[in-house]
């Protein structure tokens, strides 16, 4: 299976996400995406961004998902 990655820039998330708790935001995001789109993902976060990898041929799911949770 191939994979892409979708980075946000953790600067850029705006409420209701909570910069101060990236551990809980990741696992926020990747219910989300699990519960409510069906898209399993593995999230992971460094200082800067949160990287967020899919099976590339969800890809299009997934943007539009983390669209609707107002992250891209």
Do not use: C, F, Q
Not at 12 to 34: H, K
């Amino acid at each position: 299976m191939e994979t892409s990655t979708i980075r946000i820039t953790i600067r850029d998330l705006n409420d209701p996400w909570d910069v101060s708790r990236i551990p809980a935001v990741l696992d926020d995001i990747e219910t989300a995406l699990r519960e409510e789109a069906d898209i399993p993902a593995r999230l992971t976060a460094d200082s800067m961004t949160i990287a967020i990898d899919v099976a590339t041929d969800r890809l299009p799911a997934a943007a539009t998902a983390l669209r609707d949770l107002g992250l891209i």
